[in-house]
């Protein structure tokens, strides 16, 4: 078999989301421009596949009617070198291949390590491990830990799902049962009618059985039973979680539940899973709960009626990486794949990255997919990636910020945006035209929704990366209401 054959089988071997195939058996791609011609098929892998990858943040699942296949193209036709790739959001493969008279030189599968986007977990989870501890503590024998109950915040980018994922990982592998479930109305019917019912019948299918039918009776001369309910007025939620409760610690365990992207108009909901976790937590049964949400909702969350159990929750505020970790996150998944990433191109990637690991997934992904055949990625590539990664920050992460925020708040930012470093209160104050009284209500308010921080007394400055700059290019994502520069264009 030829080099150029082995390249392509090892290559096939390796990929899912990209298949070469043959029509030929005999060795053809020597001769690719043979009839028999193999073809070199592009094929959809199933999201599923990847669940885990994929973030629950959005909902995948099979497409219907199979992976969607892209129509085949013989080798034949290929142009002599040629690069594939099938991005989306839970893997990154690529291949690239170079033909020479003929024959095949090389053919290298890109399997890109990062995982930009959001809710993905990233190749290497990096500065968490004192936080994991914590957990691992909950859910090992039995010690009281005040991790039980605990609100993660922060900005959006910094980590919050991933972190979450991490936890549930670490539950499920001590054995735990988790509820997983994104916050929104309707998730407690949700939960009562369909996943809890699941958990409970996997757990013990001939108990769950009973509870359901309770008590049946022969209806007179007929086969058919009729089901009467045992306790048909008893809150499900609770007294399915706490059967869940039971039938985990009956193996040693318990149950962990992950809530994510607490959301102001879906408190009540949390307030209901609230009341079934205190009760159980109260009498020390095995149960933790975490929930996660951006600071504006979660110090929603601990002023709202009902809820003041969070105010007893353990309160973890994430923030961004060291640089230490940032280059970490970086190079440890590039090694571990196989490619290298010279010193100043690391150092570079790592800084530009701000810590920020919504950055450092974007910036690690378009480095390396940069120059996918080279074996090292270089400054070039990273120098490009930033740039890349720069401009995705305005829709992923600064547009988004801004939506949940008053146009005074906004006022507030673009006067900020006005100095390139740390702006004092007082400044921001006077470009507003307002009191400091009146700047100090939005600068609170910013500081709550995890906009702005306190970098030392009297200072503000942004807390997101590259907002500043994006307000300077686009004041007008600070002014919803005003007409944009190309609806201008209409009106002029
Ligand atoms: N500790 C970390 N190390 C490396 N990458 C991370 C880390 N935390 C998050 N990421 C990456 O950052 C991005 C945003 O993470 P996510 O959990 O979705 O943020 P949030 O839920 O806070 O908005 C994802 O691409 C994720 O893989
Ligand atoms: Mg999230």
């Known amino acids: 078999m030829s080099t150029s054959a082995t390249a392509m089988g090892v290559a096939s071997a390796h990929m899912s989301a990209l298949r070469v195939s043959s029509s030929s058996p005999a060795s053809p791609i020597s001769s690719p421009s043979s009839s028999a011609a193999p073809t070199f098929a592009a094929s959809a892998m199933p999201e599923h596949q990847n669940a885990r990858r994929s973030g629950r943040g959005t909902p995948t699942g099979p497409p219907a009617g199979g ?171 609770e007294s399915m979680l706490a059967r869940l409760v039971e039938l985990t610690e009956a193996r040693g365990a318990g149950v962990l539940l992950s809530l994510d992207e607490v959301a102001v108009e879906s408190m009540q909901e949390l307030r209901r899973i609230a009341i079934a976790v205190q009760h159980l937590l109260r009498e020390d049964r095995r149960v933790a709960i975490v929930a996660a949400g951006v600071p504006a909702s979660i110090a929603a969350a601990l002023e709202a009626d009902g809820l003041t159990f969070f105010r007893r929750a353990q309160q973890v505020r994430l923030d961004t990486l060291t640089l230490a970790e940032a280059r970490a996150a970086i190079a440890e998944p590039v090694r571990a794949h196989g490619r290298s990433i010279g010193e100043a191109a690391l150092e570079r990637a790592a800084r530009a990255s701000e810590g920020y690991p919504f950055l450092v997934q974007t910036i690690g992904a378009r480095a390396w997919e940069h120059r996918p055949a080279d074996d090292e990625i270089t400054a070039d590539a990273v120098e490009h990636a930033v740039e890349v990664a720069y401009a995705t920050m305005g829709e992923s992460v600064i547009v988004p910020a801004l939506r949940g925020l008053s146009g005074r708040d906004r006022d507030y930012l673009l006067a900020m945006a006005e100095d390139d470093g740390p702006a004092t209160t007082a400044d921001v104050a006077e470009r507003m035209g307002a009191t400091s009284g009146n700047a100090g209500r939005q600068r609170a308010r910013l500081l709550d929704a995890g906009v702005i921080v306190v970098p030392g007394r009297g200072l503000v400055d942004f807390a997101i990366p590259r907002m500043r700059e994006h307000l300077r290019e686009h004041p007008h994502d600070a002014q919803l209401g005003l007409p944009t520069a190309a609806r201008r264009t209409f009106r002029d």
Not at 115 to 128: H, N, Q, T, V
Not at 169 to 188: M, P, S
Not at 203 to 230: F, H, K, M, N, S
């Open 67 to 237: 992976p969607a296949r892209r129509p085949a193209v013989g080798v034949a036709d290929m142009p002599p070198s040629f690069h594939a790739e099938r991005g989306g959001r839970g893997r990154a493969v690529a291949v690239s291949a170079s033909r020479v008279g003929g024959r095949w030189q090389s053919v290298r599968v890109h399997d890109n390590p990062f995982r930009p986007g959001f809710g993905i977990s990233p190749p290497l989870l990096a500065g968490r491990d004192a936080l994991l501890a914590e957990w691992r503590e909950v859910l090992g024998l039995g010690a009281w830990s005040p991790f039980r109950a605990a609100l993660v915040t922060g900005m959006r980018g910094v980590g919050k799902t991933v972190l979450l994922n991490a936890v549930e990982d670490e539950a499920r592998g001590r054995g735990w049962t988790v509820v997983h479930g994104t916050l929104h109305v309707g998730l407690v019917e949700a939960l009562e009618r369909d996943r809890l019912p699941a958990l409970l019948q996997a757990q013990d299918p001939e108990a769950y059985a009973r509870e359901l039918t309770g008590v049946t009776l022969p209806q007179l001369g007929g086969a058919t039973t009729q089901v009467v309910p045992q306790y048909p007025r008893e809150p499900r939620l």
